[in-house]
C-alpha cells in the first residue's frame, strides 16, 4: 500500500472515530451531534500548566520522523547507548546526620541492600566535612557514584574528597570515579539556598576539569524552579538557561566549551503525573543538546540527569498514597531516560516521628521501589521503551517548544541572573503556582487523601519541621492547614467540628450527594452526623438537630426532592435551632422560595472548597 493510501485510510479511520465520539456525547449531554461542531473530541482534551494541548486519541496522524538512537545527538532517546541494561538507572539515596559512624553504617546497609549511588549532605548543620572518610569508609568509591551537598562548604568537601581519594589505596580506577560536587549558586540564587558564588563555582569546575577522575563541579538544580510552583516547561526553560550562563562563565576563563559542558549535570523533579514526566526527561536532553549544538559542541551535550520525587506532591495527610505517587514519578523517570534517581521518603513531608515506623522503614521503601521497578518489572532493560509512541513523541515535542519558548524569553530578557534580578522567573513561576493551587482547592485537581477521599479518622500531627516537605510549596498545604485547624478544635474540646446532614428522600436518592458532602467537609477536617433518611416535620427534624450538637446542617437529595421539599426543610431546621442551612446541589434546584425557606449556601463540585470550608470553620468556633 502507498503512503498516500496508508494516509486516506488513517484520515477514514479518525472520521469514522470522531463521528462515534460525537454520538457518545450528544447522548450524554442530549443534544443532537450536530451541535457539537466538526471537531467533537476537542470537548475530550486536556490543556497542561504549559497550555501544551493532550489529546484523547493520538495515531498516525500525529506521527513524528524517527529519532536518533540512545546516544546520538539529540539524546532524546538517551545520552548513553552503551547503559548496561541489566543494572539500568542508578538506584541514590540521600544521607542525611551529623554522627559520621552512624552514617556509615546506614549508607553501607543502603548499598548492600540495592543502592547504587550516594547523594551525601555535608557542611554545616550536617556531616563535618572532616569526618567525610569515616562516613565514606568501606565504600569503593570507583563503582558507587557520589553527589555531595555541602552548600557554602563546598570547596572544603571537594578538598576534603580530593584527599581522600589520594589516601585510599582500594581505588583500583580513578578514572572510574563518578564525583558530582553539587555546586548550585545559579538556582540556589533562586531558591534562597546558601551555596557558593559563582566565582567560587567557576574555581571548582577549572580544577575538576583537570582532575584525573570523572568529576562534574556544577548542579544546575531544576527542583528549585519546580518546588516553587514551576510547570514542567518552566523547569525546564529556567533550568537550561540557567546551564547556559554557567557555560559561558567557564569559556569566559579560558576553558573549551566542550570541557565546560563536561562539568555539568541536571537535578530535574519527577511527579506522580507519570506521561508528562517520561516527556520531561526526554525532552531535557533535547533542549540541551540543541543547546551545545549552538555552543559548538552538540557530542558534548549529554549531561547527566539525575531525578528527585517531587517534593510538592508529597501530603502530610494519609501519607501512605506517597507510595504510590512516588512509584509513578519513579516509573516516569526511568521511562523517560534518567541516569539516576532518588526517591524521597513516603514520610518526608511529615515532621519528624509523625508516624509509628522507623527512619529504616522509610528509607527501605524509598529504596525498593526503585528495586521492585528495575528487578520485578525489569524497567531498565530497554533504552527509551517510550519510543515510537504516538503520545509520548507528541508530548515530548510539545513540552520542548514551550520550554525552549520559556528558555529564548529569559535570553531576551539579557539571561538567567538578568530574569531573575527583574523578576522574570519568579512572576511567572509564581502565576503558574496561583493556576494549580486554584485547581487544587475547586477540586479540578485531585490530591488523594487530602481533597478527594481524606481520612478523617487519622490521628492529628504532631508539631514540627517536616523532613524533606518543607521545602516545598506542596499542592496538599491549603486543606492541610484547614485539617490542623481541626486538630487544634479536637484537642481542645474533645470532638471535631461537626455538621448534621439532612438526607431528604430514600437512600437510593440521597446517597450520592450525602457521599459527596461528607467527603467535602472531612477534607477540611469537619464531621459529617448522618441521620438516614429525615422526614420533613419539626419533630423529626429538632431530635435529629438535638442529637447531633450541630448548628450547621447541609441538605441532601435529589433535584427533584429539593423542588418539593428543601423550601419546608430549611424552614423546620432553622426552627430546630439551626443557624446557617447549606444544600449539596445548585442554587436553581432550590426554585423560587421566599427567606424562610431559602438555604444559606450551596455546595457543588465547582465551589472553591478552601474557602467554602475556611469560612466553615471560623462559623464553627474552629
Known amino acids: 500500500m502507498s503512503l498516500a493510501a496508508e494516509a486516506e485510510d488513517a484520515a477514514r479511520a479518525y472520521a469514522q472515530w470522531q463521528k462515534a465520539v460525537a454520538g457518545v456525547l450528544a447522548k450524554s449531554r442530549r443534544v443532537d ?241 507519570q506521561f508528562q514526566t517520561i516527556a520531561k526527561f526526554r525532552a531535557a536532553r533535547q533542549l540541551w543538546a540543541r543547546v551545545a549544538q549552538v555552543v559548538g559542541a552538540p557530542d558534548a551535550g549529554n549531561a547527566p540527569q539525575h531525578a528527585v520525587t517531587s517534593a510538592a506532591m508529597m501530603a502530610q495527610r494519609d501519607p501512605w498514597v506517597n507510595m504510590l505517587r512516588t512509584t509513578l514519578a519513579t516509573f516516569g523517570a526511568g521511562i523517560g531516560g534518567a541516569d539516576s534517581v532518588t526517591v524521597l521518603p513516603f514520610d518526608a513531608a511529615l515532621p519528624a516521628g509523625s508516624l509509628d515506623v522507623s527512619e529504616s522503614f522509610s528509607a527501605r521503601i524509598a529504596r525498593n521501589t526503585q528495586l521492585l521497578l528495575l528487578e520485578e518489572s525489569n524497567l531498565g532493560r530497554v533504552l527509551d521503551p517510550g519510543a515510537g509512541s504516538w503520545y509520548v513523541e507528541e508530548l515530548t515535542a510539545q513540552v520542548a517548544a514551550k520550554s525552549w519558548e520559556f528558555f529564548q524569553q529569559i535570553e531576551a530578557a539579557g539571561g538567567y541572573l538578568a530574569a531573575l534580578d527583574a523578576g522574570l522567573l519568579g512572576e511567572r513561576i509564581a502565576a503558574t503556582r496561583e493556576r494549580r493551587a486554584s485547581d487544587i482547592a475547586h477540586r479540578r485537581t485531585a490530591v488523594t487523601g487530602v481533597n478527594e477521599f481524606p481520612n478523617l479518622a487519622e490521628n492529628p500531627l504532631p508539631a514540627g519541621a517536616a523532613t524533606a516537605g518543607d521545602i516545598a510549596v506542596r499542592y496538599a498545604a491549603p486543606f492541610e492547614a484547614l485539617r490542623d485547624r481541626s486538630d487544634a478544635y479536637l484537642a481542645a474540646h474533645g470532638a471535631r467540628p461537626t455538621v448534621l446532614l439532612a438526607p431528604l428522600g430514600p437512600v437510593a436518592e440521597h446517597n450520592v450527594r450525602t457521599t459527596f458532602a461528607t467527603n467535602l467537609l472531612a477534607a477540611g477536617g469537619i464531621a459529617a452526623v448522618d441521620p438516614g433518611p429525615l422526614d420533613v416535620d419539626d419533630d423529626t427534624i429538632a431530635a435529629a438537630v438535638r442529637e447531633s450538637g450541630a448548628t450547621i446542617a447541609v441538605l441532601c437529595g435529589t433535584d427533584a426532592r429539593y423542588g418539593e421539599h428543601a423550601a419546608d426543610a430549611t424552614a423546620a431546621l432553622r426552627r430546630g435551632g439551626i443557624t446557617t442551612v447549606l444544600l449539596a446541589g445548585p442554587e436553581k434546584a432550590v426554585g423560587d422560595v421566599g427567606a424562610e425557606g431559602r438555604p444559606d449556601g450551596f455546595l457543588t463540585a465547582r465551589i472553591d472548597a478552601v474557602a467554602a470550608l475556611t469560612d466553615l470553620l471560623n462559623t464553627l468556633g474552629a
Not at 506521527?63 to 539529540?74: R, V
Not at 589516601?167 to 570515579?177: E, H, N, P, S, W
Request: aromatic content about 6%.
Open 33 to 273: 451531534p450536530a451541535e457539537l461542531g466538526p471537531e467533537p473530541q476537542r470537548l475530550l482534551e486536556t490543556t497542561t500548566y504549559d497550555d501544551v494541548t493532550v489529546s484523547p486519541l493520538y495515531g498516525e496522524l500525529d506521527e513524528h520522523p524517527e529519532a536518533p538512537l540512545p546516544g546520538a545527538f539529540p539524546f532524546v532517546r538517551g545520552g548513553s547507548a552503551t547503559r548496561d541494561v541489566t543494572v539500568g538507572w542508578l538506584v541514590s539515596a540521600r544521607f542525611d546526620g551529623t554522627d559520621a559512624k552512624a552514617l556509615n553504617e546506614r549508607i553501607i546497609d543502603a548499598l548492600g541492600n540495592g543502592v547504587s549511588a550516594l547523594w551525601l549532605r555535608t557542611g554545616a548543620d550536617a556531616l563535618p566535612v572532616d569526618a567525610l572518610g569515616t562516613a565514606l569508609d568501606g565504600v569503593y568509591l570507583d563503582l558507587a557514584p557520589i553527589t555531595l551537598d555541602a552548600g557554602v562548604d563546598t570547596a572544603a568537601a571537594a578538598t576534603a574528597f580530593y584527599t581522600l581519594l589520594d589516601t585510599r589505596t582500594d581505588v583500583a580506577d580513578r578514572a572510574a570515579v563518578r564525583l558530582a560536587l553539587g555546586a548550585a549558586p545559579l538556582t540556589s540564587a533562586f531558591s534562597g539556598r546558601d551555596d557558593v558564588t559563582v566565582a567560587e563555582a567557576v574555581d571548582l569546575a577549572l580544577a575538576a576539569a583537570d582532575r584525573g577522575e570523572n568529576v562534574r563541579a556544577l548542579t544546575v538544580d531544576g527542583t528549585a524552579f519546580h518546588n516553587a510552583g514551576a510547570s514542567d516547561a518552566e523547569e525546564l526553560g529556567a533550568s537550561i538557561a540557567a546551564a547556559l550562563a554557567h557555560v559561558r562563565d567557564l569559556v569566559a576563563v579560558g576553558l573549551p566549551v566542550e570541557r565546560a559542558l563536561g562539568q555539568l549535570e541536571f537535578r530535574f523533579s519527577a511527579t506522580d503525573d
